[in-house]
């Protein structure tokens, strides 16, 4: 057998500097833990506005997670401020959580927005910006809604339900 050799890339990659590497990780790492808490807390808040509750099951089930994932997420819900509970009642938002879920709702819709505004079909930007959503900065947010605010999309975007 012959072994094949894959030649190096000529093209020297220039490496950032360790700290601003280091930030970008981290800016990733920081973005994934709170993920999972943003969703949750969006979810939470919709299923009380269209059901009147939001249950561990229902909450579970249109996560896509099992109930043992959701009680765990939701207790830690509940230990950083965002939610409390009701024993046979579900699963409420303090005025923190409800703040959060606001927030989030508004950025995925500004990331849906400017998806749509660059061309992607909306089924495709809905999915992707529920990854994206979470990653970007409020400065990356607010040069979106300049973005937006100066094109063709300014009509489309009004105030998330």
Do not use: N, W
Not at 40 to 66: F, H, M, N, Q, W
Not at 85 to 92: A, N, T
Not at 98 to 122: C, F, N, Q, T
């Amino acid at each position: 057998m012959v072994e094949k050799s894959v030649p190096a890339s000529k093209e020297r990659i220039r490496l950032p500097s360790e700290a601003d590497q280091a930030e970008r990780f981290g800016k990733a790492r920081s973005a994934q833990a709170t993920a999972i808490l943003e969703d949750y807390v969006e979810l939470i808040d919709d299923l009380l506005k269209s059901e009147g509750e939001a249950r561990p099951t229902d909450i579970a089930r249109r996560l896509g997670v099992s109930h043992a994932t959701a009680i765990k997420s939701i207790a830690r819900l509940k230990r950083e401020g965002l939610a409390t509970s009701k024993l046979y009642r579900g699963v409420f938002l303090t005025p923190e959580g409800l703040a959060l879920a606001v927030k989030v709702r508004d950025r995925h819709r500004l990331v849906v927005d400017l998806l749509i505004a660059v061309g992607v079909p909306e089924h495709c930007a809905e999915l992707d910006a529920e990854g994206i959503e979470h990653h970007v900065s409020d400065t990356a947010l607010a040069a979106f809604a300049r973005f937006l605010d100066g094109s063709e999309m300014s009509g489309r975007r009004g105030k998330p339900d």
